[in-house]
């Protein structure tokens, strides 16, 4: 089993920054894909940035430039540093966990993001 606790969601405006984290339960980077997702009022859950094991990354055309997903092996903890926030960047953002040989999958109970015009 593995526990993924997002935190660093909030209001703010337009072009401001935040940045997400998700902290896991034991150490799991070395054996999982990492990814945050969104998903917004009426719309599907969709895949914001991925990490894989060995550090190969992936970005949602609408984030690629704003958005950077880290990691910190030391502390199990997951980021996502978002830049020139817009409106359409408000949604539930989740934290996912992959196993990446048995695809197992584990998810956060994710964090508010809102930005105001």
């Not at 054996?31 to 949602?60: C, D, F, H």
């Not at 992959?98 to 109970?109: A, C, M, N, P, S």
Request: charged share 20%; with cysteine; proline share 2%.
């Amino acid at each position: 089993q593995v526990q993924l606790v997002e935190s660093g969601g909030g209001l703010v405006q337009a072009g401001g920054s935040l940045r997400l984290s998700c902290a896991a339960s034991r150490s799991i980077f070395s054996i999982y894909t990492m990814g945050w997702y969104r998903q917004a009022p009426g719309k599907q859950r969709e895949l914001v940035a991925g990490i894989t094991s060995s550090g190969s990354t992936n970005y949602a055309d609408s984030v690629k430039g704003r958005f950077t997903i880290s990691r910190d092996t030391a502390k199990n903890t997951l980021y996502l540093q978002m830049n020139s926030l817009k409106p359409e960047d408000t949604a539930v953002y989740y934290c996912n966990a992959r196993h990446e040989v048995l695809r197992i999958d584990y998810w956060g109970r994710g964090t508010q993001v809102t930005i105001s015009s």
